[in-house]
């Protein structure tokens, strides 16, 4: 049988012509797990409307939060994603009974049978450590396993344990293990000042103030609109949570929450992410649902760069890309109603195909620009120091073998490659999978060329 060159390898003629090679026993070959490519054909043509999913950093938090009350709880619109189906299963390693149906969830908390969260679960994703507040809450002690860092950053939790220690939590980290306990049954109110506006302290510290006794006041707050949508869902439980959404919440402790049906917030950073597909591809699309509000700054800098979006319903956005030269921008990311760090590098990916120079300065994150290297392997002008990168425009982008390094970055990745001359192959997948709803199918749906094997 003549073999192709192209496909010569050994395990792969292995299987064509076993007399060929020592075919050890079924049982001791390990098949190499062939990482999958994501396949990217550039110059994409997009049109139409693209559905925009549950917000990935609500969903979380909310189902962490479900801890909280016994009596159980429905959440709807939830994405479908790695992250959520790892909450998922950390819920029920706690002893929480799960249905899913579609995008809704049933959560029935009414028994936990456990306050320690497996490290194999916990360890793979940072969210997981919002379980530790409504844990302490609700029995008194919880064992997390610290989260550890990531690609973007340390990503301490430091500010979480000081607010829980001020509300009268005995914590100890030994052994990678954070264990939190009330001797005395009942977090007690305090006033919690956050040297950082962090999301996920202010959802802790929030979380777990909804059954303290007494009132606690959270001052320099996040004001992310997941911080507010998981205030809301608190306060469908019964909590009783004052000034979400500004810089200093308000929580009055009550004895016990109730049960609750409520529906995730739209993924601003989904949605961002589409806008600038339609931007890098110069095409015109509509996308939502999406709340305006949650939108301002990317809104403010794509305009800057050349962008039109308007309004076809209060939900609806349509997004028109620009058949000229987008200009150069500074951009500074910082947190809400700031630019987002979430949509730093998807910026990035629009500003190394605008005129001029651009100017990205990231100061959330200590490490989020990795996906400057593989965007200048696609032909991209970008120089850092330190935190800043300096863009300067070029012509064109070309298709080739990038990585994934976080997230965000696999999102830029994609976008890059659906604007570049030729075909963009894609590795890390894994990445991509954990926070976008279906991305290939919403792409594909948009008239973009991309597989995945
Ligand atoms: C949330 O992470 C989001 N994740 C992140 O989204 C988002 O980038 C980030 O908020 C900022 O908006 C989820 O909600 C699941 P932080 P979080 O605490 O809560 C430092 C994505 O791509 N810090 O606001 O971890 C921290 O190191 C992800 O969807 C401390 O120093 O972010 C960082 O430099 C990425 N001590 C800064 O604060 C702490 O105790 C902001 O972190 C906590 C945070």
Redesign the pocket.
Known sequence: MAVHPLSFSPSCLRRKIPSLFYTPPPETIVEEKQESVLHIMGKAQLRGHVPISGA??SA??LMAAALLSSEGCTIDNLPCLVDVQRMEDILVSLGVKVRRCQGEIELDTSSLTNSQAPYELVSQM??SF?IIGPLLSRLGVAQIPLPGGCA??????????RGLQAMGAEVEINHGIVHASCSGGRLKGAKVYLD??????T?TIMMAATLAEGETVIQNA?Q?P?VVDLANFCRALGARIYGAGSKTIVILGVPRLYGCKYTVIPDR?EAGTYMIAAAITRSEITLGPVVPEHLVALTAKLREIGVTMTMASPTIMTVQGHQGTYSGIEVETS??PGF???MQAQLMALLTISAGNSVVTET???NRLQHVAELCRMGANIRTRGNVAIITGVEKLSGAPVMAT???ASAALVLAGLAAEGETQLRGLHHLDR?YDRLEEKLRNLGALLHRD
């Not at 973007?152 to 344990?161: F, K, N, Q, S, Y």
């Not at 950082?196 to 302290?201: I, L, M």
């Open positions: 990935k950093n979380l938090a940072r969210a919002f973007i950053g340390a990503r301490p939790v430091d500010l979480h344990v950082y506006p962090s999301v996920g302290a959802e996040a992310e997941e950073i947190p809400f987002p760090t979430d959330v994150f200590e976080d997230l965000r926070g």
